[in-house]
């Protein structure tokens, strides 16, 4: 068969079973009567156990919590109808003993056998496992509900279906898109982080953003779904173990954001038992990136998964649990004073901190109740109880005098008068040291001698002596006026200028103290333990960051981290390599994995990327698909820069309406510049995003640098690359490397003076 009949075939193909799939949902006028048959039970237990007697409500509880679970088992997670504009993502046809059947992916599962359509729920349905781990023609002997199968997977296709319509089709022939009325085979269309939408076809001549679009483009341009798309490593690490803490490498549009948030999907929906999603977090660096992912997860069936930036959780605990500190923070502290608040010795530091103290008050305890009758008995009691903070430990022994709990299999009862009276004392004077952690705080970083002493033993020539008297300097002056502050009781008002201020990093350090000495942090009057935490772009937190956010995780409950060190923005963290990292953490059982195929950007960009990155590049990604060279301009004033960059951007928008557009610079000024240029120039959709207010729609938006981490456009240029924006730093290096990478299509570099000695002589 030539390939033009394939082609002609293939259509025909998906477009009678899409018809066929719309007609039966558009007519039917139920669900799946099954579903229906659960939704009534339900219902009616529901209001049985309004009007039920104290005595049937826990029988009817348990009826209820089995319904709901079959019911979620059955893809029935919410009562949400497939949607006939977009029923499926993906066809497999099935061949078993000379029998043929289509099975279809998608977001909720519809089954009528009679009239031929099986849609099932990728998340939850075990025969979707094959269409993630086989490709078109490979035979299969797998086990479903302990019923042996094997046969040959005759056909294996990903579509996009837009309101009810067939658009494109990736299959072995190739990537068919339709274009008007014709459909057309796309050249060089390799594997894409998404299925056609929003993917422009690379310019074919230099000096021109992009050609005429094939197919639709979505106006919408948060992260889209791309269940259909995942490949058999990204599907391997979303359904692995959950009580592990998964740490996924994976470099520029590689996919980790993707693997995390449909790791999340996976969990909700097999576990739903152990694992509620409204019981989930996601932390993430900024606002942007948690806009970004934010419709995500509802997009795939999951509600209720919390997205939080760090400092907004951070500052919010930290309110909560120490309260009548400053509610402001500085924004002057030093480079060297961030380093050292975030590097990770403080883990070794704090928990060492901590133990003296514990050792010394528990010195204290043992010698004022020594020479007593049952002395005995509280020091073995004490002893039982090692393993928690040594606050929780001097609540749990006043309990115990009290007889209100047992330790081991003592209960305290008939302990001798005289012994516990010198407990009851020595523990009341313990309180005065285990449950202060402002103090410790302080004094940690204003006790000069301490400070070194102390980073001389977990860092050794991490920091030179002036190093850490500069650090000791800054945090004396910023904690006596901290401290001058919560002392005065006037309403006097302080100059602006003079007003305490706290550090970034001092929340986590102050939350970390709390830990180790108080327990467990608490969120609506019970312990804050997750059944699951993502954590993004986690190159740019430090250990101490995560593991104080993993510490209000569940036991044995899942921990996803996702990150790229080729993307370190954050210069503080201390985040050299994974392996180190993970040894900082203490955490056991956890799993590195690399993903190295990277989707996002085309062979061009990554190429460049790479080199940028020189020295500190890493194992070589795989980029899928070539497009246009990366271009650099030269001007000689931005000026110039802006008038030419006026002129493409017009055209590009005549050509591609619907596209996006990040213009970057490298500082603030810059990227205003640009703007008040640009706006000049009377260019549509223009917008100055300075903080993180980016709006996922078609247009220009103009921003600096740090503000696009995590997220990705159309098209990227990158303007102001000139050597004193990016001169030749590890720091510079990795700045250009995440600006070139968001680009999903094609990128441009603009200089207006000495080009950056970053750029590749063969641009130049």
Same mark, same amino acid.
């Given at each position: 068969m030539?390939d033009? +009949?394939?082609?002609?075939?293939v259509?025909?193909?998906?477009?009678e =079973?899409?018809?066929?799939?719309v007609?039966h949902?558009t007519?039917?006028?139920?669900?799946?009567s099954?579903?229906a048959?659960?939704?009534?039970?339900?219902?009616?237990?529901?209001?049985a156990?309004?009007e039920?007697?104290p005595?049937?409500?826990?029988?009817?509880?348990?009826?209820m919590?089995r319904l709901?679970?079959?019911a979620?088992?059955?893809?029935?997670?919410?009562?949400?109808?497939v949607d006939?504009?977009s029923?499926?993502?993906?066809?497999?046809q099935l061949?078993?003993?000379?029998?043929?059947?289509?099975?279809?992916?998608?977001?909720?599962?519809?089954?009528?056998?009679?009239?031929g359509?099986r849609?099932?729920?990728w998340?939850?349905a075990?025969?979707?496992r094959?269409?993630y781990c086989y490709?078109?023609? @490979?035979d299969?002997?797998e086990?479903?509900?302990?019923?042996?199968?094997? !046969?040959t997977i005759? #056909?294996?296709?990903?579509?996009?279906i837009?309101?009810?319509?067939?658009k494109?089709?990736?299959?072995?022939?190739?990537?068919l898109?339709?274009?008007?009325?014709e459909?057309?085979? =796309?050249?060089?269309?390799g594997?894409?982080?998404?299925?056609?939408?929003?993917?422009a076809?690379?310019?074919?001549?230099?000096?021109k953003l992009g050609?005429?679009a094939?197919?639709?483009?979505?106006q919408?341009k $948060?992260?889209?779904e791309?269940?259909a798309?995942?490949?058999k490593?990204?599907?391997?690490l979303?359904?692995?173990?959950f009580?592990?803490?998964?740490?996924?490498? !994976?470099?520029?549009g590689s996919?980790?954001?993707?693997?995390?948030? $449909?790791?999340?999907?996976?969990l909700?929906?097999?576990?739903?038992?152990r694992l509620k999603?409204g019981?989930m977090?996601?932390?993430?660096?900024?606002?942007?990136? %948690?806009?970004?992912?934010a419709?995500?997860?509802p +997009?795939?069936?999951?509600?209720?998964v919390?997205?939080?930036?760090?400092?907004?959780?951070?500052?919010?605990m930290?309110?909560?649990?120490?309260?009548?500190?400053?509610?402001?923070?500085s924004?002057?502290?030093?480079s060297?004073?961030?380093?050292?608040k975030k590097?990770?010795?403080l883990?070794?530091?704090?928990?060492?901190?901590?133990?003296m103290q514990?050792?010394?008050e528990?010195?204290?305890?043992?010698?004022?109740v020594?020479?007593y009758?049952?002395? !005995?008995?509280?020091?073995?009691?004490?002893?039982?109880i =090692?393993?928690?903070?040594?606050?929780?430990?001097?609540?749990?022994?006043?309990?115990?005098?009290?007889g209100?709990?047992?330790?081991g299999r003592?209960?305290?009862?008939?302990?001798?008068s005289?012994?516990?009276i %010198?407990?009851? *004392?020595a523990?009341q004077r313990?309180?005065?040291?285990?449950?202060?952690?402002?103090?410790?705080w302080?004094?940690?970083?204003?006790d000069k001698?301490?400070l070194k002493?102390m980073?001389?033993?977990?860092?050794?020539?991490e920091f030179?002596?002036?190093?850490?008297?500069?650090?000791?300097q800054w945090? #004396?002056d910023?904690?006596?006026?901290?401290?001058?502050?919560? @002392?005065?009781?006037?309403?006097?008002e302080v100059d602006?200028?003079?007003?305490?201020?706290l550090?970034?990093e001092?929340?986590?350090?102050?939350?970390?103290?709390f830990?180790?000495?108080?327990g467990?942090?608490?969120?609506?009057?019970?312990?804050?333990e997750y059944?699951?935490?993502?954590?993004?772009?986690?190159?740019?937190? +430090?250990a101490?960051?995560?593991?104080?956010?993993?510490?209000t995780?569940g036991?044995?409950r899942?921990?996803? *981290?996702?990150?790229?060190?080729?993307?370190k923005?954050v210069?503080?963290?201390?985040f050299?390599?994974?392996?180190?990292?993970?040894?900082?953490?203490?955490?056991?059982?956890?799993r590195?994995?690399?993903?190295?195929?990277?989707?996002r950007?085309t062979?061009?960009?990554?190429?460049?990327?790479?080199?940028?990155?020189?020295? *500190?590049?890493g194992d070589?990604?795989?980029?899928t698909?070539h497009?246009?060279?990366v271009e650099?301009?030269?001007?000689?004033?931005?000026?110039?820069?802006?008038?030419?960059?006026g002129t493409?951007?017009r055209?590009?928008?005549?050509?591609?309406?619907?596209?996006?557009?990040?213009v970057?610079a490298r500082?603030?000024?810059?990227?205003?510049l640009y703007?008040?240029g640009?706006?000049?120039a009377?260019i549509?959709?223009?917008r100055?995003?300075?903080?993180?207010?980016?709006?996922?729609?078609? !247009?220009?938006?103009?921003?600096?640098i740090r503000?696009?981490?995590?997220?990705e456009?159309?098209?990227?240029?990158?303007v102001?690359?000139?050597?004193?924006?990016?001169?030749? #730093?590890?720091?510079?290096?990795?700045?250009m490397h995440?600006?070139?990478?968001?680009?999903a299509?094609q990128l441009?570099?603009?200089t207006t003076?000495?080009?950056?000695a970053l750029?590749p002589?063969?641009?130049?």
């Amino acid at each position: 068969m030539s390939d033009d +009949s394939k082609i002609k075939q293939v259509i025909q193909e998906e477009q009678e =079973l899409l018809s066929r799939v719309v007609v039966h949902l558009t007519t039917s006028s139920r669900k799946s009567s099954v579903y229906a048959d659960y939704d009534a039970e339900l219902i009616e237990l529901r209001d049985a156990i309004a009007e039920a007697l104290p005595e049937d409500v826990p029988s009817l509880v348990e009826q209820m919590t089995r319904l709901q679970a079959i019911a979620a088992q059955r893809g029935q997670g919410e009562d949400v109808p497939v949607d006939p504009a977009s029923p499926y993502f993906g066809h497999m046809q099935l061949e078993e003993n000379g029998e043929i059947r289509d099975v279809l992916l998608g977001k909720r599962t519809y089954i009528s056998p009679g009239d031929g359509i099986r849609i099932v729920d990728w998340r939850n349905a075990p025969v979707s496992r094959m269409y993630y781990c086989y490709d078109e023609g @490979d035979d299969y002997e797998e086990s479903f509900g302990g019923k042996f199968r094997s !046969g040959t997977i005759t #056909t294996r296709r990903s579509v996009t279906i837009t309101q009810g319509n067939l658009k494109r089709v990736d299959c072995p022939v190739g990537t068919l898109v339709k274009k008007g009325d014709e459909w057309i085979r =796309l050249r060089d269309a390799g594997a894409k982080l998404f299925g056609g939408q929003g993917s422009a076809i690379r310019a074919k001549k230099t000096g021109k953003l992009g050609v005429d679009a094939l197919g639709d483009f979505r106006q919408d341009k $948060h992260l889209p779904e791309i269940s259909a798309l995942l490949d058999k490593e990204q599907f391997a690490l979303i359904s692995s173990d959950f009580d592990e803490l998964l740490a996924v490498q !994976g470099s520029a549009g590689s996919g980790k954001t993707t693997v995390g948030l $449909h790791r999340i999907a996976y969990l909700a929906y097999s576990k739903t038992a152990r694992l509620k999603p409204g019981n989930m977090a996601i932390i993430v660096l900024n606002s942007a990136l %948690a806009s970004y992912v934010a419709d995500v997860l509802p +997009s795939l069936g999951v509600r209720g998964v919390k997205v939080f930036t760090f400092e907004n959780w951070c500052s919010r605990m930290r309110k909560k649990h120490i309260p009548g500190l400053p509610a402001i923070y500085s924004e002057w502290t030093p480079s060297i004073v961030s380093r050292v608040k975030k590097h990770p010795a403080l883990l070794r530091i704090l928990a060492q901190w901590v133990d003296m103290q514990d050792e010394r008050e528990t010195q204290k305890m043992l010698e004022s109740v020594s020479g007593y009758k049952d002395a !005995g008995r509280v020091e073995k009691a004490w002893q039982a109880i =090692l393993r928690m903070p040594i606050e929780v430990r001097r609540r749990r022994m006043l309990k115990w005098l009290d007889g209100e709990v047992r330790i081991g299999r003592d209960n305290g009862d008939h302990i001798d008068s005289k012994t516990a009276i %010198a407990l009851d *004392l020595a523990l009341q004077r313990m309180g005065d040291v285990t449950d202060e952690v402002v103090n410790d705080w302080a004094d940690l970083f204003t006790d000069k001698h301490q400070l070194k002493h102390m980073f001389e033993t977990h860092a050794p020539a991490e920091f030179t002596e002036t190093e850490l008297d500069r650090v000791h300097q800054w945090c #004396t002056d910023s904690y006596k006026k901290i401290f001058e502050e919560m @002392d005065n009781d006037s309403d006097e008002e302080v100059d602006e200028d003079e007003r305490a201020t706290l550090d970034r990093e001092d929340d986590t350090i102050l939350l970390r103290l709390f830990q180790l000495k108080k327990g467990w942090l608490r969120e609506g009057g019970r312990r804050l333990e997750y059944d699951h935490m993502m954590v993004d772009e986690v190159q740019d937190f +430090s250990a101490l960051e995560v593991r104080m956010l993993i510490e209000t995780v569940g036991r044995n409950r899942p921990v996803t *981290l996702a990150g790229d060190t080729a993307q370190k923005i954050v210069r503080e963290g201390g985040f050299d390599d994974w392996q180190t990292f993970i040894d900082d953490l203490g955490v056991k059982n956890a799993r590195l994995e690399p993903l190295k195929i990277a989707y996002r950007s085309t062979i061009e960009v990554m190429h460049v990327a790479r080199e940028v990155l020189g020295p *500190l590049a890493g194992d070589e990604s795989i980029a899928t698909r070539h497009g246009a060279p990366v271009e650099v301009h030269q001007f000689s004033d931005p000026g110039q820069a802006v008038d030419f960059l006026g002129t493409s951007l017009r055209e590009l928008f005549i050509r591609e309406p619907l596209a996006n557009v990040a213009v970057i610079a490298r500082h603030v000024n810059q990227a205003k510049l640009y703007y008040q240029g640009l706006k000049k120039a009377e260019i549509p959709r223009l917008r100055l995003v300075v903080e993180q207010d980016f709006s996922f729609t078609p !247009g220009i938006e103009v921003t600096e640098i740090r503000q696009v981490k995590g997220l990705e456009f159309d098209y990227v240029v990158m303007v102001e690359c000139n050597d004193d924006s990016y001169p030749l #730093t590890d720091e510079s290096r990795h700045l250009m490397h995440v600006g070139m990478t968001r680009a999903a299509h094609q990128l441009w570099l603009i200089t207006t003076a000495t080009p950056s000695a970053l750029i590749p002589k063969s641009l130049l």
